[in-house]
């Protein structure tokens, strides 16, 4: 059986996150202070002293997910993982775990596109909401008749876990689809506090930078296989790799059936490295039988 490392997405994200690992691990100290030094701005007194508004800024919530992640797996007395993914965001910290992607690049290409995503939510007003208790394929069809006849951009986006989907796209056409998808038996149909629509053709306007700058990115094939987000497969090659996250930025997350694919391929225990605990909930909810801990 195999152990399969995953690392958090936007969201994750709270006052004090890697004090610790800062205190008490010198590579993780090491890492924070290049990441200080690479983004031009003391990061790390963010993360430790900063407000939950200075976190939610878009310059400091990517690149700090990601530094924490990568610095709490750097510090962890593990075996080599079998196999790896992250939600979103968290596919960068995934790469850099299965050493296809160095630290100094990763943490470029995230502060890139968290610059590039915040400037393509300023294009357009946008937002995504939390679609709980509700068929999958259900979603599918509200949101595709909802563009259909009005014309708004509204498509799945995140699929969380089995009843839990995140629907991205335009505010008239999210909401839309929110009384429809309430008319149609959902629990809860729920706007969520985010900047714009994440994950849907909104943010095509930061795919030719974020594109430019992953084609300049060194990008190694990884140790293990990464499950990335668009195909909800294993990928090796290099090439598909820079494909799948370009293609990420406007396509949706699959994170259960990454997760049930990872399960096929042997995964029995699921190690969630980074801030929070979220993966593990959802973990937990799409394959109830394997074993699911956390590091952060």
């Known amino acids: 059986m195999k152990h399969a490392y995953v690392f958090p997405g936007q969201g994750s994200q709270f006052t004090g996150m890697g004090k610790s690992l800062y205190d008490t691990h010198a590579r993780a100290r090491e890492m924070f202070e290049q990441a200080n030094a690479q983004l031009g701005f003391r990061i790390s007194d963010i993360l430790f002293e900063g407000t939950e508004s200075d976190l939610r800024q878009t310059k400091v919530t990517q690149p700090a997910i990601f530094l924490h992640s990568v610095a709490c797996f750097a510090t962890?007395?593990?075996?080599?993982?079998?196999?790896?993914?992250g939600h979103s965001l968290g596919e960068f910290s995934a790469l850099v775990a299965a050493e296809a992607l160095s630290f100094t690049d990763g943490l470029n290409l995230v502060s890139i596109r968290a610059s590039a995503m915040q400037k393509a939510c300023e294009v357009q007003a946008s937002t995504m909401a939390a679609v709980l208790g509700l068929e999958d394929k259900k979603v599918e069809e509200i949101c595709a008749q909802v563009e259909?006849?009005?014309?708004?951009?509204?498509?799945?986006?995140?699929?969380?876990?089995p009843g839990q989907l995140v629907i991205s796209g335009s505010i008239k056409g999210v909401e839309t689809a929110c009384e429809r998808l309430k008319a149609a038996g959902a629990k809860?149909?729920?706007?969520?506090?985010?900047?714009?629509?994440?994950?849907?053709?909104?943010?095509?306007?930061?795919?030719?930078?974020?594109?430019?700058?992953?084609?300049?990115?060194?990008?190694?094939a990884p140790t293990c296989p990464v499950y990335q987000n668009v195909t909800a497969t294993a990928v090796s090659d290099p090439?598909?790799?820079?494909?799948?996250?370009?293609?990420?930025?406007t396509g949706a997350v699959r994170w259960t059936q990454s997760v049930e694919a990872m399960v096929r391929d042997g995964a029995n225990h699921f190690t969630e490295v980074g801030p929070g605990k979220v993966l593990q909930g959802l973990i937990g909810k799409i394959a109830r039988e394997v074993t699911v801990d956390g590091h952060q």
């Open 76 to 85: 962890l007395n593990h075996p080599k993982p079998d196999m790896v993914a």
């Open 148 to 161: 259909k006849e009005t014309g708004e951009a509204v498509v799945p986006a995140n699929y969380n876990c």
């Open 188 to 220: 809860r149909a729920l706007l969520l506090p985010v900047g714009g629509a994440f994950h849907s053709p909104l943010m095509a306007p930061a795919r030719e930078e974020l594109a430019a700058a992953i084609e300049r990115a060194e990008i190694k």
């Open 239 to 249: 090439a598909t790799i820079r494909k799948n996250l370009v293609a990420q930025l």
